[in-house]
């Protein structure tokens, strides 16, 4: 087990699976296919994003150095909440950005639903996790990752 200390932007306690990239999350380009048929899943189909694509975004916690691209992303993310298809956290390397806080704060305010956000956790975090790793969240923005090892006995 390790433990991270970053910075509680969104506060809440919340566990689940990680969702690792090196790369920034372009919140238009990942969610583009949910946002033009509501009815699919939350899959990235960014192709730039070598770490996400494919991957289905919903219910995880996104670990990502920053959130990149249009100034659309603040209300995409309140929209991918509102259709259900949001992840549980959304852990940043750096600071969290404009786009990426006006996106939780709109989710939480405005569809009831909360997106855990997380900053300041350094490039070096990143390096560390890996996806599928189990994580606990607590609301001070401690992080707690479970050992590799300890999930598989």
């Not at 770490?51 to 990502?64: E, F, P, R, T």
């Not at 992303?73 to 949001?86: E, F, P, R, S, Y």
């Not at 992840?87 to 569809?111: H, R, T």
Request: charged fraction near 25%.
């Amino acid at each position: 087990m390790k433990e991270y200390k970053g910075r509680a932007v969104v506060k809440g306690n919340v566990t689940g699976r990680l969702l690792v990239s090196h790369y920034g999350l372009n919140v238009l380009a990942s969610y583009s296919g949910v946002l033009t048929n509501p009815s699919a899943p939350a899959v990235c189909i960014d192709a730039d994003n070598k770490d996400l694509y494919n991957k289905d975004l919903a219910g995880v916690i996104l670990c990502i150095p920053q959130v990149i691209g249009s100034t659309t992303a603040g209300m995409l993310i309140q929209t991918i909440a509102a259709l259900k298809k949001h992840p549980k956290a959304i852990i940043f390397a750096n600071p969290i950005d404009s786009l990426a806080l006006s996106g939780v704060l709109l989710a939480d305010i405005w569809e009831n639903t909360k997106i855990v956000a997380v900053d300041r956790l350094g490039e070096a975090f990143l390096d560390e996790v890996k996806d599928g790793q189990m994580a606990e969240i607590k609301e001070d923005g401690t992080i707690i990752i479970e050992d590799e090892r300890e999930g598989r006995e």
